[in-house]
Nanobody
Framework: EVPLVESGGGLVQAGGSLRLSCAAS????????IGWFRQAPGKAREAVSC????????YYADNVKGRFTISRNNAKNTVYLQMNNLKPADTAVYYC?????????????????WGQGTQVTVSS
């Protein structure tokens, strides 16, 4: 497993933006696919986005397409999730997850490493 640490969460008004970061501590993760998941209170965790190790495959959930952008900087061992035009429905704890694979997955069971989560709160 590669330790992952999320940052960048916070409180923002509807229509605002946040950029989440997922950093790998002490390892390079060029061959690591990274996914973002979120869990709102009382709801199941859901997949948000994913970027493959090769950077050639990305995935976005339908409810974030056109608003969220995932990218990675392997030199900094970091994956970013740029979130624009945020809505109150985006309020959740956001987790990044990773595994040694060369494809993207929306299934959390495919990921072995998980961060501790970062809270995103969008006020109306």
């Amino acid at each position: 497993e590669v330790p992952l640490v999320e940052s960048g969460g916070g409180l923002v008004q509807a229509g605002g933006s946040l950029r989440l970061s997922c950093a790998a501590s002490g390892y390079t993760f060029d061959d690591y696919t990274i996914g973002w998941f979120r869990q709102a209170p009382g709801k199941a965790r859901e997949a948000v986005s994913c970027i493959s190790s090769s950077d050639s495959v990305t995935y976005y959930a339908d409810n974030v397409k056109g608003r969220f952008t995932i990218s990675r900087n392997n030199a900094k061992n970091t994956v970013y999730l740029q979130m624009n035009n945020l809505k109150p429905a985006d309020t959740a704890v956001y987790y990044c997850a990773g595994d040694w694979m060369h494809y993207c997955s929306a299934y959390e069971g495919d990921f072995v490493s998980w961060g501790q989560g970062t809270q995103v709160t969008v006020s109306s």
